[in-house]
């Protein structure tokens, strides 16, 4: 879907499909609107965070990519990964600061703090990424993406990006790639705690912890951050008022390993409070609310998840079985100037959007070799959404999928087929392909080809400016890469190219669009990473991406929120064993807007941001940080309108044993 022109718009500030807020009154308008070896894990490790120990004690194991845990350099996908630990040591804390130091992976915020933030993976929509965190499907049914900003690092041991169409093994939501954030629950005994004080009246506290005795394991995490923050609209457009955030979230999990079971419970739990600021009707832009007013939005996601899995001792044979259900409530209050010649009165305004999930799924493996297995399951998902504007509506879809996977000396391969059932729109064949080849000891070659298939949203088809006659989105991507390893050092060069047909977008003025199926978009473009160790105490990582993308509508125009250029540049130093500092550099290009008002299509200016901190171990146990992020104090839009943080200090103090 074309998130640029697809926009849901309330009177009360309902999130458009960019993350606009716009006034609009209820009675009158609403515009449109797991380590594959020999031990006796396999396709459970994939969901066991206690099994993941294994596998953040060996880096180079990815769990996301096949559904059980496969040796990273053995993957004919393109992935990424980043470390929880590595992260917080450079005080990041919120998930989406750590996804910027991936290729190819750019965000639009809706101003600081807790404001709305989505992510494109190589040009793609928000809504083709499916995010995972321990197993759970956590996209918004309402609007089928993943607000980032309420995501943070407590506890988290890794995040696995995939790149490119995921939807034979994780179905609708992964046509365009997969984020799966993994904590620490059951590495071992553990306690942490940090807390932090910063710019904008920002506090913070968080608590995190593991066991794992061989039979029990789990794991807590739990953070409370707030903030007085910024003006969610630019205050280089003359805004001022401050926009708050308050948020805690908890994700527990515990598990049991009785006689080849293990049995595995996963929870997580946020509530979010920020103040916004919603759209003018007269320019198209953000501005604040009037004196005495304000604009908030509670926002709470509750998700569970239950699994049991089973592996015979000769390791040839697993069993996994998983049930998840979710729920997301976002309450809305904003405040309207009035409009009379739209029929819009003065005051706030309130809105309601409600949208739930219940997930079940069933996996088996069974290895013929060392050198083959195979993997097949069977998965249903059913979600219900309903927001002030219509009444709940329901939508089903039960699939079935298996995928091959084999390994020779020099090749390793995958080869894999979905096929989905869905009860509006029919079925579905989805497939996908893999292939490594070891040119030599340090040479690599992958490529992969896959097809995804996206089907239009509850939202999209019934709100305001909806359409029932939508028809589903396909989409078919490709990539090739080579790899280079040399003791210290690694390069990275990726094709690729993704194109989408049966674009869902809004067509027509204001307040008139209705959603439509239009034509297609094409992302293509090149990727570049470089990692070296220097002597030790110096570590460089650097990546810049190249995209293409366009929509053609039928006419070619540029993609919304991508930028065609973009790179990040990290350097670290080891001082001495218990200090170090590092700093960091993001340049991200112009990119093309969209004005809804209007139906025009501003520039965003391309901009360069450097952080800098230091981190010194004053014991084994106790550990103080500081940073300075955007140290030039750059001004800078990821949406028209909306305001991002300048110059920010922030002092952080960690215990841990």
Not at 94 to 111: C, D, I, K, T
Not at 225 to 230: E, N, V
Not at 332 to 358: F, H, V
Not at 525 to 548: H, V
Request: charged share 20%; hydrophobic share 35%; aromatic share 10%.
């Amino acid at each position: 879907m074309i998130e640029a022109d697809c926009r849901l718009t309330t009177r009360v500030g309902g999130l458009d499909k960019l993350g606009r807020i716009i006034l609009i009154n209820t009675a009158d308008i609403m515009t449109y609107k797991t380590l594959w070896s020999a031990g006796a894990i396999s396709v459970a490790a994939f969901l066991s965070t206690s099994l993941y120990a294994e596998e953040q004690s060996l880096e180079e194991i990815n769990v996301t990519a096949h559904r059980m845990p496969v040796a990273a350099d053995q993957l004919g996908s393109t992935s990424f990964s980043l470390l929880g630990s590595e992260l917080r040591e450079q005080g990041i804390y919120f998930v989406s600061e750590a996804l910027q130091r991936a290729p190819g992976v750019s965000l639009a915020s809706n101003g600081g703090a807790g404001a709305l933030t989505q992510i494109r993976l190589r040009g793609q929509e928000a809504n083709h990424t499916l995010v995972l965190l321990d197993g759970m499907r956590i996209n918004d049914p309402v609007t089928g993406f993943v607000d980032l900003a309420n995501l943070r690092l407590t506890g988290v041991a890794r995040i696995e990006i995939l790149y490119g169409p995921q939807s034979v093994l994780y179905g609708t939501d992964a046509s365009g790639g997969v984020i799966h954030i993994i904590t620490n629950s059951g590495k071992e005994q553990s306690l942490g705690l940090s807390a932090e004080v910063g710019s904008n009246q920002t506090a913070r506290a968080a608590i995190s912890g593991s066991f794992d005795n061989e039979t029990f394991y789990g794991g807590l995490q739990y953070s409370h951050y707030q903030t007085d923050g910024i003006s969610a609209a630019s205050e280089a457009r003359g805004n001022s008022e401050k926009d708050r955030y308050e948020s805690d979230a908890a994700n527990v999990q515990l598990g049991a390993r009785l006689n080849g079971f293990d049995i595995n419970l996963v929870g997580y739990d946020s509530r979010n409070t920020v103040g916004f600021d919603a759209d003018d009707l007269t320019t198209g832009l953000p501005i604040d609310e009037a004196p005495g007013f304000e604009n908030l939005q509670d926002r709470h996601s509750q998700y569970l998840r239950a699994s049991a899995s089973f592996a015979t001792s000769d390791d040839s044979f697993s069993l996994m079985i998983a049930h998840t259900q979710g729920k997301d409530t976002n309450e809305t209050s904003s405040y309207s100037p009035g409009y009379p010649s739209w029929g819009i009165p003065a005051g706030m305004q309130d809105y309601l959007a409600e949208g739930e999930r219940e997930y079940s799924e069933v996996t088996a493996n069974y290895r013929f070799s060392d050198a083959a297995q195979l993997l097949i399951g069977a998965d249903k998902l059913d979600e219900e959404v309903g927001t002030t504007y219509f009444a709940k509506q329901s939508v089903s879809s039960n699939s079935v999928f298996a995928q091959l996977m084999g390994e020779t000396k020099a090749i390793s391969y995958s080869l894999g087929l979905r096929h989905d059932d869905h009860d509006r729109f029919g079925t579905e064949l989805s497939y996908r392909g893999t292939l490594r080849y070891q040119l030599s000891t340090d040479f690599s070659l992958r490529a992969s080809y896959g097809t995804g298939f996206k089907a239009p949203s509850l939202f999209e088809l019934y709100d305001f400016g909806g359409n029932p006659q939508l028809k589903p989105e396909t989409s078919k991507g490709a990539d090739i890469g080579l790899d280079w390893q040399h003791n210290d050092i690694t390069l990275s060069a990726t094709l690729f190219q993704q194109d989408t047909k049966q674009l869902i977008r809004s067509v027509g003025s204001f307040p008139n669009s209705q959603m439509e199926n239009v034509d297609s978009s094409e992302a293509k473009g090149l990727a570049l990473e470089y990692q070296q160790q220097f002597a030790s105490a110096w570590q460089f990582s650097a990546n810049y991406t190249f995209t293409d993308a366009k929509e053609y509508n039928p006419q070619p125009q540029p993609a919304l929120r991508v930028p065609k250029h973009q790179a990040y540049a990290m350097v670290n130093w080891q001082i001495v064993e218990q200090a170090a500092i590092w700093t960091q550099l993001r340049y991200t290009g112009d990119r093309t807007d969209y004005n809804w008002l209007f139906a025009n299509y501003p520039t965003l200016d391309s901009y360069i941001t450097l952080d800098v901190g230091a981190r010194y171990q004053v014991t084994n146990e106790f550990a103080v940080n500081f940073g300075v992020n955007n140290l030039m104090d750059e001004d800078y839009e990821s949406v028209t309108g909306f305001g991002q943080l300048g110059r920010t200090a922030s002092l952080i103090v960690s215990y841990s044993f």
